[in-house]
């Protein structure tokens, strides 16, 4: 052999080939003809001094030796396309557009996207909320959506990253002026209800084994983190997730109450480009979110300084 490194031009045409099992299909896909894709191969034939494909009527089929020669010609490709695409971005701001609604954009991701900024100064997350409940009303471009159950659309991924747990929240102050001693006195006091899930109050109480009345009387919103704030401000005992009130328990500003008791939705998923592995930026973003998801994840043995059920 006169090199160790066989023609690289034929190579990709040998690739192809061999993927499409037609030397037809693969002169169109790299926009050469019929008989340059055969010139191609044969160099490659005579270089190795062997025959790599048998001609039949519908095609071509790659030899046993040329199959194995195929799985290492198509990997190192692969990793040069994405050498490539990686130097051609560098020292580029490279944009990831997520949508969310906002609740949790503002109570989960935005308190912790400034350290994945500083982590990743390259990378340009643009962050858009929609007030729709509807799925079908986000339209693209977007190339990472957070929604509060599973979602399906043609070229995209999804997986299940954070945890949706739902429990009473209260502020300190409001349980000084309404004692909660047990789960049947939630009949006694003010609730807050969001319109999106009006039976969480019920569904809790009967989990707790409290019966109740179809229909809870309180004040109704329409999101969760207009929601969230009522509870803070006194309004009312709220029905909130876990993962979005972090610091406003480690603050003292809500309390949980009867921690033992909570109701588990399915979870909040994000629904991700296809080919977040050829794609730098969205892969090390998505990456982060699930660690932060994970970082977010229930821990029903987890407390807070203020986590006292059954004392107000």
């Given amino acids: 052999m006169p090199s160790s490194l066989p023609p690289l031009k034929a190579l990709k045409v040998f690739e192809a080939a061999v993927r499409t099992r037609s030397l037809t299909l693969a002169a169109h896909e790299l926009f050469i003809t019929h008989s340059a894709v055969s010139q191609q191969i044969k160099s490659l034939e005579e270089y190795f001094e062997q025959p790599l494909f048998l001609?039949?009527?519908?095609?071509?089929?790659p030899t046993e030796a040329?199959?194995?020669?195929?799985?290492?010609?198509?990997a190192s490709l692969d990793r040069i396309a994405l050498a490539a695409e990686q130097l051609a971005l560098a020292g580029k701001?490279?944009?990831?557009?997520?949508?969310?609604?906002?609740?949790?954009?503002?109570?989960?991701l935005i308190p912790r996207l400034s350290q994945f900024q500083i982590d990743n100064p390259r990378i340009e997350?643009?962050?858009t909320t929609t007030m729709?409940?509807?799925?079908?009303?986000?339209?693209?471009?977007f190339d990472v959506i957070i929604w509060r159950s599973p979602l399906e659309r043609s070229g995209y991924e999804c997986m299940r990253f954070l945890d949706d747990v739902s429990v009473p929240l209260a502020s300190p102050h409001f349980l000084e002026t309404h004692p909660i001693r047990v789960p049947r006195d939630f009949v006694e006091v003010p609730l807050i209800h969001l319109s999106s899930r009006s039976a969480a109050w019920s569904q809790w109480l009967?989990?707790?084994?409290?019966?109740?009345?179809?229909?809870?009387?309180?004040t109704v919103y329409e999101h969760s983190f207009l929601s969230l704030q009522a509870a803070a401000t006194d309004q009312g005992v709220g029905m909130g997730t876990l993962a979005l009130v972090?610091?406003?328990?480690?603050?003292g500003r809500l309390v949980r109450l009867f921690p033992e008791i909570v109701l588990h939705g399915e979870g909040y998923h994000m629904l991700c480009r296809s080919g977040a592995e050829t794609n730098p930026a969205l892969k090390t973003f998505i990456t982060w979110l699930k660690q932060m998801g994970q970082a977010s994840s229930f821990d029903p043995q987890r407390t807070w300084p203020a986590d006292f059920p059954g004392e107000y």
């Fill in 125 to 127: 997350v643009r962050v």
């Fill in 132 to 141: 729709s409940e509807y799925f079908e009303d986000v339209k693209d471009p």
């Fill in 93 to 108: 701001s490279r944009v990831v557009r997520l949508i969310a609604a906002p609740s949790v954009a503002m109570r989960w």
């Fill in 246 to 251: 972090d610091d406003d328990l480690a603050a």
């Fill in 206 to 218: 009967s989990k707790a084994g409290v019966a109740v009345r179809r229909k809870m009387p309180g």
């Fill in 55 to 61: 001609r039949q009527s519908r095609g071509v089929e």
């Fill in 66 to 74: 040329a199959l194995s020669f195929y799985a290492e010609v198509k």
